[in-house]
């Protein structure tokens, strides 16, 4: 019983917010959708980006997410930040020459005396 109140309630919140279609967020080129559930112990965020009239489902992540206009990356143009519980993932558009990627990266605030973490970008999505 509990198990199907479970799977009942996972599925309304996501319905709904299918529904709802959340507003796109950044300027220029590229624009960023949110779709968040979850809200309990651990709260989740599907990223898709907006590019050219398409639109990219990039991945799901922990936590909340929020476009970033700062301290980018070599060749990165546009990017988010997904953050919970000390850590995360950056997602960023890269304009490199000859090619425009979605990379995702290991961000984490770090501790006293060590700083924050930010690296292992892996490829996600070939724009162009």
Not at 28 to 53: C, D, I, K, M, N
Not at 111 to 128: D, E, P, Y
């Amino acid at each position: 019983m509990l198990a199907a109140f479970a799977v009942l309630a996972v599925g309304t919140i996501v319905f709904e917010s299918e529904t709802s279609a959340p507003a796109a967020v950044g300027e220029g080129a590229y624009q960023w959708r949110f779709v968040e559930w979850g809200t309990g112990e651990r709260p989740q965020t599907q990223v898709t980006l907006l590019e050219g009239g398409k639109s990219h489902t990039i991945g799901t992540y922990d936590g909340s997410c929020a476009v970033m206009d700062d301290d980018y990356l070599e060749y990165e143009v546009s990017k988010v930040v997904c953050w919970f519980a000390g850590g995360g993932h950056e997602v960023g558009v890269f304009e490199e020459p000859g090619q425009v990627v979605v990379r995702v990266g290991e961000v984490d605030e770090g501790a006293s005396g060590i700083q924050g973490f930010r690296g292992n970008f892996t490829l996600v999505k070939r724009l162009k």
